[in-house]
């Protein structure tokens, strides 16, 4: 027999659950999500702005804010670094959630923009009267990569980081090597210079790719490679995955071929194993160029399978697009401090202060004087009108993500058939850039 | 006609309880309204009052987000913008089957059930042996006891650091061990990278255990080590019919804890191994969640693991407190 004061003690347990359940449910029917919630797109005043928190483009961003600033007092811009996260994407995620999104943030991954846009943060720029056309004239051709499946966009194009192999060229010289015209255009050549490297001692590793099994690696070992393979394809192609063909499975054989013969290592390095000489190679974008200033570096485009004229390779951009967000209340400022953000002369500063390209057609002719006095910068200019981008859509991460679990299991780890790996992920990968 | 001659000192529950078996008119005025109100609130409302700031805290960041999470695993649910409004449809247990139909999360649990037969019962033992040995140091015993302690306290970011310095190919155990060290290395070994993080856990721990022990120890009574020594028994016996059954609560407490902790590995797979590395071996149901739920947008199907793993402690949680809990 329960006494009364356990009977209470229900009692108040019962109440404590319905009470809830019945908040949970409150909050289940509210709230909400999907769809373009563009609003006044005319209505202008202060707005909120998130930028990165890398030096370079701190400094070009707050210049940026400060000429704004000072041209429109009565729209003035309120910047900040995006908050601290585990991900920029993790932030804008919850922040879209939240309702508490900046009008604009200029460092949002085309990975994370199908979510975004499914969420309903984000607005549809081509909604603006010039939206569509102002994207176009800029960016050319390459702007299209960055359209949702109707041909909106829902991000901006701004900026990319063409990814490229960097060598470290005293250690090529220490293990015989030429380091002014190293062998690495080929599959063929890039493991016998490898295996070079690997064998005088000189480093633990030729190149050490992130092993890990973060969803965003793929950027920086498959995709690269894939597309100058390919001559620009992307990995979904009218719904379907187009990677597990014989050009797919000779980037994936490459790779697996540098792990087995230790060439590239499969266990993490804390730091930045070029940096620190654990590595002679690394696969980055013209952001490095800065942060590798105390290294004696050059730079090659990724390899191909057969020699390819360096003027025809293609790679992976490593792009950050600019959001304009659905919680802004000042859409019009927004726009408006986006146009001016991305003007020729606003490009022409990001270029010089970060070093990385704006997602602009005719980047060498548009801005001569600076790759002619920067000539180290030249070959990403030139590399930046051949970039590939991830795919689009709201399960992109899924997507990235399957593929990364593939990769990891066949080529990092060499378990299983290289080929058959990737004929899995592209069945997993047609049936998720099929669902809603 | 109800004991309505109690006086207002009476014991609660003849008035607190529902009527007895003699009970024959239906209570009406005042009093019936004092006993309506003592049945809902007790025979002490203040009492709810100073404890309502706690109950409010327990339905608010306890109740209220399980309560959520069940309705999300059972939806078609995503995370979005206020003032947007998505369909969420009633999806049953799709959202089950689409997160158990996927061999990763299969995979996850059997991790982490690794991880428990590993980490929860090296806690207990290692933990009740340092705290028996810690509670008969004299010298130098608050050193100790800080010592232990200090890895517990110390953020996992910073220790998971020394702990990749350790076992990475290159690290110093591997170094040690020369030709002995295991290929592939520990981190990046499907067999070794989950008991790895189990000990690191364990040892990472141990120092909030050992306080609980070291305070269970206080309360055995010195007589019956005394009683003990008499009839003969020594240091082992003593320990083993004296020490373990006198600390059997902590016990209770410890095996409770360490499972539920446990159970929400996230942060040592995300680190240590690299996202749950290698091939997935060491991801956790946790880490998964946070992969599907928060990066992927798949909020409905992390919660149905979430739940899954929720109902999964409290089977293990109920079947310890069977097997240790006291009976009495």
Same mark, same amino acid.
């Given at each position: 027999m329960q006494t009364p004061s356990v009977k209470r003690s229900k009692r108040i347990v019962a109440a404590a659950v319905a009470v809830a359940a019945g908040i949970a449910l409150a909050a289940c029917s509210g709230g909400g999500g999907g769809g373009s919630s563009s609003g006044d797109l005319t209505a202008t005043g202060p707005i909120d702005l998130w930028y990165s928190n890398n030096p370079a483009e701190l400094e070009w961003g707050k210049q940026m804010v400060e000429a704004w600033n000072s041209a429109n007092p009565d729209q003035k811009i309120t910047a900040q670094e995006i908050p601290a996260g585990k991900s920029s994407e993790e932030v804008i995620g919850a922040a879209i959630t939240a309702g508490n999104a900046p009008c604009l943030v200029l460092n949002t991954a085309p990975s994370a923009v199908g979510q975004f846009e499914k969420q309903g943060g984000l607005v549809n720029l081509s909604d603006f009267d010039d939206g569509a056309s102002y994207i176009e004239e800029r960016s050319g051709d390459l702007a299209k990569q960055y359209q949702n499946a109707d041909g909106d966009y829902y991000q901006f194009p701004w900026k990319s980081n063409p990814v490229v192999i960097f060598y470290n060229k005293d250690l090529f010289a220490k293990a015989g090597l030429d380091p002014e015209n190293p062998k690495l255009s080929t599959y063929d050549d890039f493991l016998v210079t490898s295996k070079t490297l690997v064998d005088s001692g000189v480093a633990p590793y030729a190149i050490q790719p992130a092993p890990t099994s973060e969803f965003f690696q793929m950027q920086f070992d498959f995709m690269p490679l894939y597309a100058a393979a390919t001559g620009g394809t992307p990995l979904i192609e009218d719904g379907k995955a187009t990677f597990a063909d014989d050009a797919g499975d000779e980037v994936a054989q490459f790779w697996r071929d540098m792990y087995d013969q230790k060439l590239a290592g499969q266990e993490q390095y804390q730091g930045d194993a070029f940096a620190d000489g654990q590595a002679a190679m690394a696969i980055v974008g013209p952001w490095a160029i800065s942060v590798y200033d105390g290294v004696n570096f050059g730079s090659v485009p990724v390899p191909t399978p057969e020699a390819t004229d360096p003027k025809d390779v293609w790679t992976f951009s490593d792009a950050k697009n600019i959001g304009l967000f659905s919680a802004c209340k000042n859409k019009g400022t927004a726009w408006d401090v986006l146009k001016f953000a991305t003007s020729q002369e606003q490009d022409g500063k990001f270029l010089e202060t970060t070093g990385q390209m704006p997602l602009r057609q005719d980047l060498p002719t548009v801005y001569a004087d600076y790759f002619a006095a920067n000539p180290d910068y030249q070959a990403f200019g030139d590399q930046a009108s051949r970039t590939v981008e991830v795919p689009g859509g709201p399960n992109t991460v899924q997507i990235m993500q399957a593929f990364r679990d593939a990769w990891g299991k066949?080529?990092?780890? !060499?378990? !299983?058939d290289v080929k058959q790996s990737l004929q899995d992920a592209a069945d997993k990968i047609d049936q998720l850039a099929s669902q809603p | 006609m109800t004991s309505a001659v109690d006086s207002p000192g009476a014991p609660a529950p003849a008035r607190a309880g529902a009527p007895g078996p003699g009970s024959t008119a239906p209570a009406s005025g005042p009093r019936a309204k004092r006993r309506l109100s003592h049945r809902i609130f007790g025979r002490q409302p203040l009492g709810l009052l100073f404890s309502s700031p706690y109950l409010v805290f327990v339905i608010a960041v306890f109740a209220f987000p399980i309560v959520y999470s069940v309705w999300i695993s059972f939806h078609d649910f995503f995370f979005a913008a206020p003032g947007a409004n998505p369909e969420r449809p009633f999806v049953g247990l799709d959202n089950y089957i689409n997160a158990f139909s996927n061999p990763a999360v299969i995979r996850s649990f059997g991790n982490v059930g690794i991880f428990l037969l590993i980490n929860v019962p090296l806690t207990v033992v290692l933990s009740l042996l340092l705290a028996s040995a810690l509670n008969k140091v004299v010298h130098a015993r608050t050193f100790l006891r800080v010592s232990f302690y200090v890895p517990y306290v110390t953020a996992s970011v910073a220790v998971v650091a020394v702990w990749l310095f350790l076992f990475n190919g290159n690290g110093l155990v591997n170094t040690v061990l020369g030709p002995l060290a295991p290929d592939p290395s520990w981190l990046i070994n499907e067999n070794l990278a989950m008991p790895v993080i189990a000990i690191y856990v364990t040892w990472k721990q141990l120092g909030f255990y050992i306080l609980l022990y070291l305070a269970a120890l206080q309360n055995v009574p010195k007589e019956l080590y005394e009683s003990a020594a008499t009839d003969g028994a020594g240091r082992i016996r003593q320990f083993f019919s004296v020490t373990v059954p006198g600390v059997r609560p902590a016990t209770l407490l410890v095996l409770l804890v360490s499972t539920v902790t446990g159970a929400n590995l996230f942060t040592e797979p995300y680190l240590l191994t690299g996202g749950g590395g290698p091939n997935g071996a060491s991801a956790s149901p946790v880490l998964l969640m946070y992969q599907l739920g928060i990066q992927q947008g798949q909020p409905d199907v992390a919660s149905a693991i979430g739940v899954v793993l929720v109902i999964g402690v409290l089977i293990v949680a109920f079947i310890q407190n069977r097997l240790v809990g006291e009976r009495d």
């Open positions: 066949s080529v990092i780890f !060499g378990e !299983g | -």
